[in-house]
C-alpha cells in the first residue's frame, strides 16, 4: 500500500496552495482594495456635487469624507467576508482599522492634531460599518464547491 504524500490530499488549508498566509492575506487585500476604490468614488461624487452647486459648503467636507470612508469600509468588509466565507467580522474590523490608520497617518501629515474626540468617533463608525459588513458578506456568502 502506498502513503499519500504529505500536502497533495484531498484537503489543503488554502484551497490551492497550502500556504495559511495566503489564506488571510488574499481576502484582506482585495477587501482593502475594494474599500479604497469606492471611498475614492464616492469622494470624487461629494466634490462633483459640490462643483455643481458652485457653492462648498466647508462644513459639510469633513463629514461627507467620513461617510465616504465610511461605505468603502462597509464595501470591502462586505466583499472581504464573501471572498473568506468566515471570520467575516475579524476581516470587516480589519478593513475599518487599515482604513482609519491611513486616513489618520495622511491627516497627521497634512498637519491636523493627532488625536481627539473626532478621530475616536470616526475610527468607532469606521470599526462598526466595516465589521458590520465583514460580517453580512460571511453570512450571506454562497457556498464554495463541495468537497466531495
Keep these: 500500500m502506498t502513503r499519500a504524500k504529505p500536502g497533495k490530499g484531498r484537503y489543503t488549508r488554502c484551497g490551492s496552495c497550502g500556504n495559511p498566509a495566503m489564506e488571510i492575506g488574499k481576502p484582506f487585500i482585495i477587501g482593502l482594495v475594494a474599500a479604497l476604490i469606492v471611498s475614492m468614488i464616492f469622494v470624487m461624487l461629494f466634490a462633483l456635487v459640490f462643483v455643481v452647486m458652485k ?3 466647508s462644513s459639510a467636507v469633513i463629514p461627507l469624507s467620513v461617510i465616504s470612508l465610511m461605505l468603502g469600509c462597509f464595501v470591502g468588509g462586505w466583499i472581504c467576508g464573501s471572498v473568506s466565507r468566515q471570520r467575516g467580522l475579524f476581516y470587516g474590523l480589519a478593513i475599518g482599522l487599515s482604513v482609519f490608520l491611513g486616513a489618520w497617518i495622511i491627516g497627521i501629515a ?11 468617533v470616526k475610527l468607532v463608525l469606521l470599526l462598526l460599518t466595516g465589521g458590520c459588513g465583514g460580517w453580512l458578506g460571511s453570512n450571506n456568502a454562497k457556498p464554495g464547491r463541495s468537497r466531495r
Design 55 to 57: 457653492s462648498i459648503v
Design 110 to 120: 497634512m498637519g491636523e492634531d493627532t488625536f481627539s474626540i473626532a478621530i475616536a
